[in-house]
């Protein structure tokens, strides 16, 4: 798969199963620019998924624990959650490449249609990602940078949602502002009153809301 960038190339080669825990399996894509670990929560017959990637930092878990709470509700409605760590944190076009190519293994697992899920600078990653692969059908980004994710304007027809915290002291929700007015139809922004960069305190509300939109765009 690529970006557009001719330097940015990248194959996957093999995959890796680990121990399953809680009901999610741990896997490792093998890759020609090195290991992606993911965390899969995946019911039985399920052919959509939600791919979830968080900050700058990586991680697995999101804002305010979101990515944990998703594998553990989505997958009751029909939906695998896909929570995906990032080989080279913080370098854009490495993440970028990471976040397609779970869109691709879940592709090739029997997966139909695929929500992307972005927090901070996860955001970007997640609107740049769904503006290059098919089966993606709707994009969330969560506290999102602008820098990034300029090309907002290329997702349309595929839904966007965005979520910010009225008090985010990081990432002034300005820059969600700023993405909504660049983005097409459909599009919905959801500032949260008190919510700061990664909502603490609003985590049921934010599973709550990010679980519905979800169910009812896949």
């Not at 076009?93 to 996860?122: M, N, P, Q, W």
């Not at 009153?193 to 990664?198: F, L, M, N, V």
Request: charged share 20%; aromatic share 4%; net charge neutral.
């Amino acid at each position: 798969m690529a970006t557009g960038d001719d330097s940015l190339d990248l194959r996957i080669v093999g995959v890796e199963p680990a121990d399953e825990i809680a009901g999610a399996r741990r896997l490792t894509l093998r890759t020609t620019r090195g290991a992606i670990p993911i965390v899969l929560h995946a019911p039985e017959g399920a052919t959509r998924a939600a791919v979830c990637v968080s900050g700058a930092l990586g991680g697995l878990d999101g804002p305010a624990l979101l990515y944990a709470r998703m594998g553990a509700e989505l997958p009751r409605r029909g939906i695998a959650v896909a929570r995906v760590d990032y080989r080279a944190p913080n370098d854009f076009g490495e993440c970028l490449l990471d976040a397609l190519a779970a869109i691709t293994f879940l592709k090739g697992s029997g997966y139909r249609r695929a929500a992307l899920v972005g927090h901070s600078f996860g955001g970007a990653v997640a609107i740049n990602a769904g503006t290059l692969n098919p089966i993606v059908a709707a994009v969330i980004a969560i506290s999102s940078q602008l820098a990034g994710a300029q090309v907002v304007g290329e997702l349309a027809p595929k839904p966007l949602l965005l979520i910010h915290g009225a008090a985010d002291e990081i990432i002034a929700p300005r820059s969600s502002e700023l993405i909504f007015a660049r983005a097409g139809e459909p599009r919905q922004l959801e500032l949260i009153a008190g919510g700061d960069h990664r909502l603490s305190g609003f985590g049921e509300r934010l599973l709550e809301l990010v679980g519905e939109w979800l169910s009812s765009r896949l």
